[in-house]
């Protein structure tokens, strides 16, 4: 857990901020509570991380999630993307590794999956306007 916890520390202070009272970070969470409706994750994920951040200065909220599935990196991005586009997001830029969406400036979303064992590992990026 402190591992997670000075990880998700250095994650913020390498994007210019610093850990505060607003920032959470949680190792193993099945629930990551924070995080917006438009974010969700994949039928069979195992969270291995969760960060976020709550800027008031900007009014801006963002986070990371890394987590596993069982399921092949390239369902796992369909799947994500057939739901940012249900969300009302834009496509932005989709490779074989990855994609992006958003709506302007005000949410954006952005996933990678890469194989693991028989599964994939994701890293999920998003941002919003309060």
């Known amino acids: 857990m402190t591992r997670a916890i000075l990880l ?7 994007c210019g901020r610093s850990a505060t009272a ?20 994949y039928a069979d994920a195992k ?19 890394l987590y596993t599935s069982a399921a092949a990196p390239a369902a796992v ?3 994500s993307k057939a739901e940012a586009l249900k969300a009302g997001l834009a496509e932005r830029l989709t490779t074989p590794e990855m994609f992006s969406a958003a709506e302007g400036d005000r949410r954006t979303v952005m996933v990678m999956a890469a194989p ?5 590992q994701i890293t999920l990026n998003w941002n919003r306007e309060r």
């Open 8 to 14: 998700g520390a250095l994650l913020l202070a390498g």
């Open 77 to 79: 991005l369909a799947w």
């Open 116 to 120: 693991k064992g028989n599964g994939s």
């Open 22 to 41: 607003t920032d959470t970070v949680i190792a193993g969470a099945e629930d990551c509570g924070k995080k917006p409706a438009f974010v969700p994750l």
């Open 47 to 65: 969270v291995t991380l969760c960060s976020s951040s709550h800027d008031d200065a900007t009014r801006k909220d963002s986070g990371m999630l």
